[in-house]
Nanobody, 114 residues
């Protein structure tokens, strides 16, 4: 049974930084690409960033490019999303996903105050 558990969300002022983490268990973490998505109130869940299984390739939504960095630590079965220069429009529940599967975490709330 694959489980993904996010943590690290919270309240931060605009312009600040935050790092969210996702720990995976129950499967071969290093074989899969991982992604971060977010869902703001009243909106659909949207892609934020992804990292390939090797960690060599990363992909970002235009809205976060240059501000967010995705990374992975296979020794810890963890994927991170470092968020900088946060804006109020980044406020959302952030979810991690094992790409190519239906496995999602429960989400972690990120709130950016203006």
């Amino acid at each position: 049974q694959v489980q993904l558990v996010e943590s690290g969300g919270g309240l931060v002022q605009a312009g600040g930084s935050l790092r969210v983490s996702c720990v995976a268990s129950g499967g071969p973490f290093s074989r899969y690409a991982m992604g971060w998505f977010r869902q703001a109130p009243g909106k659909e869940r949207a892609f934020v960033a992804a990292v390939s299984w090797s960690g060599d390739n990363t992909y970002y939504a235009d809205s976060v490019k240059g501000r967010f960095t995705i990374s992975r630590d296979d020794a810890k079965n963890t994927v991170y999303l470092q968020m900088s220069s946060l804006k109020p429009e980044d406020t959302a529940v952030y979810y991690c996903k094992r790409l190519g599967s239906g496995y999602w975490g429960q989400g972690t709330q990120v709130t950016v105050s203006s």
